[in-house]
């Protein structure tokens, strides 16, 4: 397989090929070695970008011509062009740009000729001094310095970078060739009314910066090379959230014998040595629970989850989260100690707690607190109507009733232009579902150690979760705190004393989509037994994402774990909601993409179907 994606591509990477034999040729004539003249393995630059910044944006040009400031300066050629007997380009290095000015005067024949032989992407050193341009722009006037030459070749780019300077056009390329997206992409930006798109002068390259009509374009998306930064800083502010707070960061198994924790399907794997399958992890749930029984009060561990599930703007199957775990405690000091977190790191992070996320202004310090319960009759819609009350989530019957009136709103709304893009079809067949689970409940008796009760609170529970998440989700932007969840849909957290159907238990949604999830731990051995045993059950039932069981956690559990309040959080969406990155794909370095060939068939295969390419 060619790694040529053209005829083209493939022709001019042999013409470069020609131009770096070119260029050894120039470096062998200088008395170089031909290593040395095409892949040197270093050059001794004095100052960075901003460093360089920093010494000469105070200086007007006749005090750097006063002063001479000297400099050598490495970085990648972003923008380069030759009129007669000099030349300027553009040099880039940890994301930030700066004019050189080549004169053949000053750096000689043979490296004049080498810059020519010059192409966007190649990497160089250069020597020489700060000057401005007659247009005040602050410059490196290549010249030879101490002795050393004012050009060094270092690296010749092979292939042609994109053609404009905002990077990759196509979303897909970007996440596949990321190398290139992280040198190129500066982002979106769209112009104020009135504002010119012309933005080059004559001694540099178009920049999102000031327009000449003075406006300034308004960033609709953030660059690439920002977003990792950021997230980089978002991981730097959670650490030392938790550091000084007294919590212990640990590392716990990515390979599980049993794959718990979370409901999930794993990725499956096998230890040839010994001849044991393997689970990459969903969660580390069940070992920083054993750590708290051994002792560590508090821990956390920010880690990579693996779950074999779908991709979407939200989920990737390889992911990173945040868990911690704070033994006395219970899901309401984690609810008070999540509030104080996002709006630290926020701070910490962009200087603020109003972040915007799909065109909606969000304030990470304002958060609302509301029960599942709550949150359901809150967003039950009108059309629906009544709306059920608090009672009726104890009642087989009665919240049954609620989702036929449920079912038969959403069919009368399937015909209506009112609510064109919605789920309709789902929502309309939702009832449907849960009262088949209910007949089948009662005409396939349990098995001898369940009762008939059990299993019908259980599909009452999943059914309310699942109705949460049909109404309220989209309505949760600003921050929300949605608590007490049912027992069902829980089987790792701590019963209410008052309501045996239902856990301490909240999960944190932002931006329309959850983003954390945290208990009570549940710490009765024998409870936690009964509780995977009726996950068996759910099993045998054809839930491929029901817990296992786990016997050395429920040992563990008998050593005593003490009070434990634990949570999650995505650290994926939440850098999506601090960068305002509409898919997760966009904070993910790497993102799992099919593979190329895959992907194309996909795409003319949907165009076949007069559908839209993802």
Do not use: C
Not at 72 to 93: D, E, H, N, T, Y
Request: aromatic share 10%.
């Amino acid at each position: 397989m060619s790694q040529f994606e053209s005829q083209f591509e493939e022709n001019l990477y042999q013409l470069r090929r020609e131009k770096l034999a070119q260029i050894a040729a120039i470096g062998e004539k200088l008395g170089l070695t031909h290593a040395d003249s095409t892949y040197p393995n270093s050059f001794a630059f004095t100052q960075t970008i901003p460093q360089l910044r920093n010494l000469g944006d105070p200086k007007s040009g006749e005090e750097l011509e006063a002063t001479r400031i000297e400099a050598s300066l490495a970085g990648r050629i972003m923008a380069i062009r030759v009129q007669g007997k000099a030349g300027f380009a553009q040099l880039q290095q940890g994301g930030q740009r700066l004019q050189i000015y080549v004169r053949k005067d000053d750096v000689g024949e043979d490296l004049f000729a080498l810059y020519k032989l010059l192409d966007l992407g190649d990497h160089i050193g250069v020597r020489g001094y700060l000057m401005r341009t007659r247009t005040g722009e602050l410059t490196l006037h290549a010249a030879p310095t101490d002795g050393k030459s004012a050009i060094t070749f270092l690296t010749k780019a092979m292939l042609a970078l994109p053609d404009k300077f905002h990077g990759l056009n196509d979303i897909e390329l970007r996440y596949r060739q990321r190398y290139v997206d992280l040198f190129t992409d500066t982002g979106d930006f769209e112009s104020e009314p009135g504002s010119s798109d012309d933005n080059t002068s004559s001694d540099s390259p178009a920049t999102p910066d000031i327009d000449p009509a003075g406006a300034t374009p308004v960033q609709a998306r953030t660059a690439a090379r920002e977003v990792f930064v950021k997230r980089a800083a978002i991981l730097r502010a959670i650490r030392n959230f938790f550091d000084t707070r007294g919590y212990l960061e640990v590392e716990t198994p990515m390979l599980h014998t049993i794959a718990g924790g979370a409901a999930a399907r794993p990725f499956k794997t096998h230890h040839n040595a010994l001849d044991i399958p393997l689970s990459l992890r969903i969660a580390p749930e069940l070992y920083l629970k054993r750590l708290v029984v051994g002792g560590f009060d508090r821990v956390y561990e920010i880690n990579r989850n693996f779950r074999n599930e779908g991709v979407s703007t939200q989920h990737n199957p390889e992911f990173t989260m945040l868990e911690f775990y704070q033994a006395y405690a219970n899901y309401h000091d984690l609810m008070d100690l999540t509030q104080k977190l996002i709006t630290t790191v926020a701070k910490e992070v962009n200087g603020t707690t109003i972040t915007n996320f799909n065109g909606v202004e969000i304030d990470l310090g304002a958060w609302e607190k509301l029960s599942m319960k709550d949150a359901i009759i809150k967003w039950w819609p009108p059309e629906a109507t009544p709306a059920p009350v608090v009672t009726d989530f104890d009642s087989i019957e009665k919240f049954g009733s609620a989702l036929f009136r449920l079912s038969d709103a959403f069919a009368k709304m399937l015909v209506s232009a009112s609510v064109a893009n919605m789920p309709i079809a789902h929502k309309a067949n939702f009832s449907g579902k849960y009262w088949v689970e209910v007949n089948q409940a009662h005409e396939e008796p349990p098995s001898p150690s369940e009762k008939l009760t059990t299993v019908l609170k259980g599909i009452l529970g999943k059914y309310i979760a699942a109705t949460f998440e049909l109404l309220a989700e989209e309505h949760l932007i600003q921050p929300h705190i949605i608590y007490d969840f049912p027992l069902a849909v829980s089987p790792l957290s701590k019963v209410k004393p008052d309501e045996p159907d239902w856990v301490e238990r909240f999960e944190f949604y932002i931006g329309g989509f959850e983003v954390g999830n945290a208990f009570s731990e549940l710490n009765d051995p024998d409870d936690q037994r009964a509780r995977f045993e009726a996950q068996l059950t759910e099993r045998e039932r054809g839930d491929d994402e029901a817990h296992q069981m786990d016997e050395d956690y429920v040992r563990a559990l008998g050593y005593g774990l003490p009070p434990t309040g634990g949570e999650g959080i995505g650290i994926d969406r939440l850098t999506m909601l601090l960068t305002g990155s509409r898919s997760i794909r966009d904070v993910i370095l790497f993102p799992l993409m099919r593979p190329h060939a895959k992907s194309v068939a996909a795409k003319e295969e949907e165009q076949e179907h007069g559908e839209s390419a993802e």
